[in-house]
C-alpha cells in the first residue's frame, strides 16, 4: 500500500511563496507519475503539476511560470515550489502517485494554502 504526505500549506499574502513537499511511502525511481491536484471550495479537482519518468514536467496553463514541480528519489519526495501567488490559487492542494501507466492513483490526504491579504 503507498502511502503519500503532504506538508508545507499555509496562509501566505498574494505575491508570496510556499513549498509544498510530498513524502511516498515507496521508492519513486521509476514511478510513472507523480502530479500535484488541487480542490477550491464548490469546484472539481484539477491537476496542477505532472512529472513523468518519460517527459519533461507540464503545468496547467493558470500557473505555469509560477510553480516547478521537482522529484527527489534519493528522498522519495516530489515537491511543488510556487511564486507569485494569487488568490485564486487557494486551495486544498493533493499529491498524486502513479506507479506504472494505467494502474492505480495514489492520493495524499490534502494540504490546504490559503492566499489572502
Known amino acids: 500500500q503507498v502511502q503519500l504526505v503532504e506538508s508545507g500549506g499555509g496562509l501566505v499574502q498574494p505575491g508570496g511563496s510556499l513549498r509544498l513537499s510530498c513524502a511516498a511511502s515507496v521508492n519513486i525511481r521509476s514511478t510513472f507519475k507523480m502530479a500535484w491536484y488541487r480542490q477550491a471550495p464548490g469546484k472539481q479537482r484539477e491537476w496542477v503539476a505532472i512529472s513523468t519518468n518519460i517527459d519533461t514536467p507540464d503545468y496547467a496553463d493558470s500557473v505555469k511560470g509560477r510553480f516547478t514541480i521537482s522529484r527527489d528519489s534519493t528522498k522519495n519526495t516530489v515537491d511543488l515550489q510556487m511564486n507569485n501567488l494569487k488568490p485564486e490559487d487557494t486551495a486544498v492542494y493533493y499529491c498524486?502517485?502513479?506507479?506504472?501507466?494505467?494502474?492505480?492513483?495514489?492520493w495524499g490526504q490534502g494540504t490546504q494554502v490559503t492566499v489572502s491579504s
Open positions: 498524486n502517485l502513479r506507479q506504472t501507466y494505467g494502474a492505480v492513483d495514489y
